[in-house]
Nanobody, 115 residues
């Protein structure tokens, strides 16, 4: 049973910062990539950032230069979010793509940016 435990969401004023963390537990033979998606009300879930097992990163254009994804250890990924904007408000989901391949999702953590 694989579980993804997210932490770090909350309420922040525009221009502020938050750091999200996700720790995976359980049996995952090999991880290809870890990342973060978000879903705002009335919108589709979208990729925010991800990082491969080799350390390659990718970011949505809307967060490029403001967010930084890092893999703290083999089963933990973090997202440092700076210069937050109201449009960053969403539920953020941790995601893992295993080598099977199989997708794993966290339960989501709310990020709210006030103007």
């Amino acid at each position: 049973q694989v579980q993804l435990r997210e932490s770090g969401g909350g309420l922040v004023q525009a221009g502020g910062s938050l750091r999200l963390s996700c720790a995976a537990s359980g049996s995952i033979l090999s991880i290809n990539a870890m990342g973060w998606y978000r879903q705002a009300p009335g919108k589709q879930r979208e990729l925010v950032a991800d990082i491969t097992s080799r350390g390659s990163t990718a970011y949505a254009d809307s967060v490029q230069g403001r967010f930084i994804i890092s893999r703290d250890n083999v089963n933990t990924v973090s997202l440092q979010m700076n210069s937050l904007k109201p449009e960053d408000t969403a539920v953020y989901y941790c995601h893992i793509l295993s080598s099977t391949p199989r997708h794993y999702w966290g339960q989501g953590t709310q990020v709210t940016v006030s103007s």
